[in-house]
């Protein structure tokens, strides 16, 4: 986690609970088929199980045909996951001792 030195002094306890406790995304949304002829997008504060839909007040959206958002939605995702992908590959392979995060070859 990479916090500005105003925010550090500040909100110091903030950054030491977050450091090492996991990847955290909280993005809900699933995408069928995002680059075809019907793609949907469902998106919302709403978990996928029953106390979501009887006794929770969650929200949920379904959006279906629309190319433009279920591409954007699909991209956002894809990018995140290669983002955490990444940074997994930088911190714990075997690259770390190395002066290259990226080996050429």
């Known amino acids: 986690m990479l916090v500005p030195a105003a925010i550090k002094d500040k909100f110091d306890e903030f950054q ?13 949304v699933i995408v069928l088929d995002p680059f075809g002829d019907k793609p949907v997008v469902m998106t919302g504060s709403h978990n996928l199980g029953y106390k979501a839909s009887h006794a929770n007040d969650d929200n949920l959206i379904i959006i279906e045909g629309n190319n433009s958002l279920a591409t954007a939605y699909a991209v956002n995702i894809i990018a995140t996951f290669q983002n955490y992908r990444w940074n997994h590959y930088v911190e714990f392979a075997s690259h770390r001792s190395q002066s290259v995060a990226w080996p050429s070859g």
């Open 16 to 28: 030491k609970e977050q450091l090492g406790s996991g990847v955290h995304v909280h993005s809900k």
